[in-house]
């Protein structure tokens, strides 16, 4: 992650937006990382700052006019009390985005973190992928291509804990 130098982007404004969605990410990501970590020697998150202290690009949540950013909704979700994380293996940080090596298993922890009393007992995640672009190929392996299967789908029977309980691995899914 990282917006770079501002003097990197078309303008102000498409600088600002640019660290606001990356300080959105970064929330989701840093906040899902703590949560998973529940009951071992990290015991929670939080937001640096939530409200800007002046009209300026700042690490709030809310602006200095006290309109929500990006952030604020990645905090809500990131922070709600049963969440399920979809934590990706294996791959290569390509710039924004993930990608795997071609040929081999995509793999994908899910983790559930429960801090709701309220919830407990038997449970499940019905998941879906799909890719997005196919590799650049050619010759027979782009005819390999065209017949290989681009969705896969499924479900994942668990028993949801307690929230006074650590997180669960709910499924490690390769694909």
Not at 135 to 141: D, F, I, K, Q
Request: aromatic letters at 10%.
């Amino acid at each position: 992650p990282g917006v770079g130098l501002p003097s990197d982007a078309e303008s102000l404004w498409a600088y600002s937006e640019a660290g606001t969605a990356d300080q959105a990410w970064l929330l989701r990501y840093g906040t899902d990382q703590f949560r998973m970590r529940k009951f071992e020697p990290c015991w929670g998150a939080f937001d640096y700052q939530l409200v800007d202290p002046f009209p300026a690009i700042g690490f709030g949540v809310v602006d200095y006019a006290r309109r929500p950013k990006a952030g604020l909704e990645a905090l809500r979700e990131a922070m709600a009390p049963t969440r399920l994380i979809a934590e990706p293996l294996g791959f290569q940080a390509v710039g924004t985005s993930l990608r795997y090596a071609p040929g081999h298993p995509v793999e994908v922890r899910l983790v559930v973190v429960n801090d709701d009393f309220d919830a407990s007992g038997p449970a499940r995640v019905r998941w879906s992928l799909q890719r997005e672009r196919s590799p650049e190929r050619s010759g027979m392996a782009l005819v390999r291509d065209a017949l290989a299967r681009k969705s896969f789908s499924g479900a994942v029977e668990f028993e949801l804990p307690g929230a006074a309980e650590p997180a669960v691995q709910v499924a490690r899914l390769s694909l």
